[in-house]
């Protein structure tokens, strides 16, 4: 039966819903098209479905370069053109704070959507190697199936010369092979960074340079994978920190703390990684370290701070940090997120604890994909002008 697309929603399908009330949440669906679709999975209240047939096509639907497209897990908006993926994600990452956390869109300054290369950007990735086969790729979509491949044009193209001649991959993966493979799959995963010169494939830190910053990093911590745009984001948290005492959460190998270094400013950085931080102490001499996790290292702590920036992992702000923030009585908080889901709850807990969002900007760091990156000033009300 033929269904018209009002949007896309959250994992980039496209959204519909049925006269009977159900919500059907359809692969490779862009919003406004007519589609023909198949039924994958139904539950109490929605549908999971793919396209079979696309009928009446939006102009803003290209074909998707990559032959793996729709096979490998990777991508999922290949089939919408690069230049309209980052006004779909701003539309997208507004409505979430609306519908979630009722935050009108009108009351903020929303800047422009920082945009970079479309292809070839991604300097951070997780190969999988079947070592019998000398095989290396992705898996395939909602699968433990491997996918051997030669190029992926969203690698940088150092990642993807090694990833076409594979030794250096194979010979990573046998290194791996009895402390990395959990056992999910029969194959050995090998995380990969490419830094200025040299690449990572495991502990050994690599050099890279991101506007002038120099940051040590390995393969086995977490580093945003696109550097193109990690310019921007440093440059867009620096600009908006306010005073002398800032608080630099979830730091990982101290990205932000990096650029808010200022003479007579003094950093605090908290990071429950360890081997995060002993790359940040290189990174960033000049702050104070902390490892711990934020909820832990937090509770019961009293202290004055200007600003606090805090960059989770995609499952937010455990749910007592806000309260452990507002104790501090920060002038402004820096929210950077990976979810604009998991942004739109927290910031209804920020409001509650009497802070505002004043300034939203979205950075299209994975093109090709529906994920964003959003950067959300805040401030107390005192302060709100």
């Not at 081997?275 to 004055?304: H, Q, Y």
Request: charged share 25%.
């Amino acid at each position: 039966m033929p269904v018209r697309i009002e949007k896309l929603v959250q994992g980039g399908n496209g959204f519909a819903r049925l006269e009977n009330g159900t919500n059907l949440f359809i692969q490779g669906a862009l919003a406004g098209e007519l589609v023909e679709y198949a039924v994958d999975q139904t539950k109490n209240g929605y549908i999971n479905g793919h396209v079979n047939q696309v009928l009446e096509a939006s102009e803003d639907r290209v074909v998707p370069p990559c032959p793996y497209y729709g096979i490998c897990g990777g991508c999922d908006l290949q089939h919408l053109s690069s230049e309209k993926q980052a006004e779909t994600k701003r539309t997208l990452v507004l409505e979430n704070l609306g519908r979630i956390g009722a935050i009108d869109p009108t009351s903020l300054l929303v800047e422009e959507v920082s945009q970079g290369p479309f292809w070839a950007y991604r300097s951070r990735v997780r190969f999988h190697v079947e070592l019998s086969s000398r095989s290396v790729g992705f898996l395939a979509k909602k699968t433990n199936t491997l996918i051997p491949l030669e190029h992926c044009p969203i690698l940088v193209d150092s990642l993807n010369k090694v990833l076409a001649e594979k030794h250096q991959l194979v010979e990573a993966a046998r290194k791996e092979m009895f402390s990395n493979n959990s056992g999910k799959t029969p194959y050995i995963e090998v995380n990969a960074f490419a830094g200025d010169t040299q690449l990572s494939f495991g502990e050994e830190p690599v050099l890279v340079t991101v506007d002038g910053h120099r940051y040590w990093v390995s393969a086995k911590v977490f580093f945003q994978g696109n550097r193109f745009l990690l310019s921007a984001m440093g440059q867009f948290v620096s600009q908006h920190c306010l005073g002398e005492s800032v608080m630099d959460l979830y730091s990982g190998v101290g990205t932000f703390s990096s650029f808010l270094q200022e003479e007579g400013r003094h950093i605090v950085a908290v990071e429950r990684d360890s081997r995060c931080l002993a790359l940040a102490k290189k990174n960033v001499p000049s702050a104070e370290f902390f490892t711990d996790s934020v909820e832990a290292w937090g509770k019961g702590k009293k202290r004055f701070v200007d600003t606090v920036v805090v960059d989770p992992p995609r499952t937010g702000l455990d749910a007592t940090v806000p309260d452990l923030i507002s104790r501090w009585e920060p002038k402004r908080i820096i929210y950077v997120s990976c979810n604009s889901v998991t942004l739109a709850r927290d910031l209804q807990k920020f409001l509650a604890q009497g802070y505002t969002p004043r300034v939203l900007k979205v950075f299209d760091l994975y093109p090709q994909t529906f994920h964003q990156e959003v950067a959300v000033v805040l401030d107390r009300k005192e302060l709100r002008q």
